[in-house]
């Protein structure tokens, strides 16, 4: 999904304001992406018409580019399609609070089991593990290895006493939990390879013997459009009130979080991400979305671009390389003081408007080794700065004593300079301008 994404907003980069032609254009593709991506088809139309409506809209931002503007909204809308806020354990009035996990088998349940009772104890809770899963040879030994790693007791049948029943199992624990003031009593199930009746009322007979403040639907992210009918099966038979997505870790392509928090209207309230009990957290809508986007910190930048960027100076800039009038040394540095403005050197080059183009120049120059670049160009003459050309050797070695920094400092500085002007030159007589601001009409 990213790298298709990837594909298509960098198409939009080159752009002027977006178009509706634009806009349509980015919509299929983003169709295309999230259908690739596994994501149900009825979420992807309402997806798509969000994003249309929004993006035909006059949201104007002097600060971001087409491109950019896009990805931020395709980024909100699946924030909002995730779920908006993370949604947390709704705890019971009057202890134990019962959590029951429900999922096909090998979804993850049992070892969510462990992370999620690691996770409460953590917290200040002092959980109970039960094992209601007598399906499986073992299953109540993985619970106990888990348990142990967690530091949780375990609640299981007597060893020896035959098959247990899971719902006397289950019913059970919970008086065990007053007994021995537990406050949450977390109760691992049986799952099925598919969707079977059988598995299904072993679900509803333990839910209505214990009465649970939460079902959670456990799900296999890497499952891919399955993950709607497997939801929609746990949805119509046993309920639940809320999605833990598993195997995060892999290559999963979160089509599945898309369409089970759609398909079902259920919060997605965890994440797990490898077979260790501490890979586990509170899930995101903003950082699965961000992960769906897979732009890294692009996000956070447009955000930092928004705050720091002066829409003004920009603009001025612009004009500049549009009119093709000389790039000069003090344009050099405004555009790497707006860098650092913005943060990390590295992160942000490209996010200006025409920054781009001096990019590999300045991607060379460390932070810490701005002031000294400053120094330099500031140790020059007006004459110098407007017309670099003249600094010949004499003036390099004033210019290096007057800014405390060597010669070699001065030329390299000065080379670096040619070469993002040519770069900047060649863009305003050529092709026009990539990455330039959106600007009002
Ligand atoms: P259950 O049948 O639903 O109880 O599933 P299990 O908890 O037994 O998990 C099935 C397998 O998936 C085990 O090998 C787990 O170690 C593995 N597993 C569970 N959760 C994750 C996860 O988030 N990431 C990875 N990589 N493996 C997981
Ligand atoms: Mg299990």
């Keep these: 999904l990213s790298d298709r994404l990837t594909t298509v ?3 939009l980069r080159s752009k002027g304001r977006l178009s509706e032609a634009d806009i349509n254009a980015t919509a299929r593709e983003i169709r295309v992406a999230l259908l690739e991506a596994d994501v149900a088809l009825p979420v992807v139309k309402d997806f798509i018409a969000h994003v249309k409506e929004r993006a035909t809209g006059a949201e104007v931002s002097q600060a971001l ?20 806020e993370t949604r947390h354990i709704r705890f019971a009035k009057t202890a134990p609070t019962v959590i029951m996990l429900a999922g096909l088998q090998g979804a993850g349940k049992t070892t969510l089991a462990g992370k999620l ?56 624990s919970i008086d065990e939990a007053r007994r021995a003031l537990h406050d949450v009593v977390i109760i691992d199930t049986a799952g099925r390879l598919g969707i079977d009746a059988e598995m299904m009322q072993q679900a509803i007979d333990i839910r209505d013997a214990v009465r649970p403040d939460e079902v959670l639907f456990v799900v296999d992210a890497m499952v891919g459009q399955d993950a709607v009918n497997t939801a ?23 089509g599945a979080a898309l369409s089970v928090r759609h398909i079902t209207g259920r919060p997605i309230m965890f994440a797990s991400t490898g077979e260790k009990l501490e890979d586990f957290n509170v899930f995101h809508p903003d950082r699965m979305a961000g992960r769906i986007l897979d732009m890294g910190d692009i996000l956070t930048l447009i955000e930092q671009a928004e705050q720091a960027f002066d829409a003004q100076q920009a603009e001025k800039m612009t004009t500049k390389f549009v009119s093709g009038e000389d790039f000069t040394l003090e344009d ?19 996010m200006m408007p025409g920054m781009g183009q001096v990019r590999d ?12 670049v400053a120094a330099i160009i500031r140790s020059m003459t007006p004459d110098e700065r407007s017309n670099p050309k003249i600094i010949n050797g004499s003036r390099r070695a004033r210019i290096a004593r007057g800014s405390g920094v060597q010669v070699g400092e001065v030329s390299a500085l000065v080379t670096r300079f040619f070469e993002a002007q040519k770069m900047v030159r060649a863009m305003a007589g050529g092709m026009g301008l990539p990455g330039s601001p959106a600007r009002r009409n």
């Design 9 to 11: 907003f960098s198409s």
């Design 65 to 84: 580019n087409p491109a950019q503007q896009v990805v931020k909204i395709v980024n909100e809308e699946l924030i909002q399609i995730l779920g908006g």
């Design 117 to 172: 009772a690691r996770w409460l104890k953590q917290e200040g809770h002092t959980p109970l593990l039960v094992a209601a899963d007598l399906q499986r040879p073992n299953a109540v030994q993985q619970l106990q290895v888990v348990g142990e790693r967690a530091g949780v007791p375990v609640f299981a049948p007597e060893p020896g006493s035959g098959v247990g029943d899971p719902v006397n199992v289950a019913r059970d």
């Design 232 to 254: 929609q099966a746990f949805m119509d038979g046993v309920g639940f009130d809320g999605v833990v997505l598993t195997k995060l870790d892999g290559d999963a392509r979160g």
């Design 332 to 350: 050099f540095l405004e555009q790497m003081m707006m860098i650092r403005k913005l943060g990390p050197i590295g992160n942000l080059l490209g």
């Design 361 to 372: 120049q300045v991607k060379q120059i460390d932070d810490k080794d701005l002031d000294r």
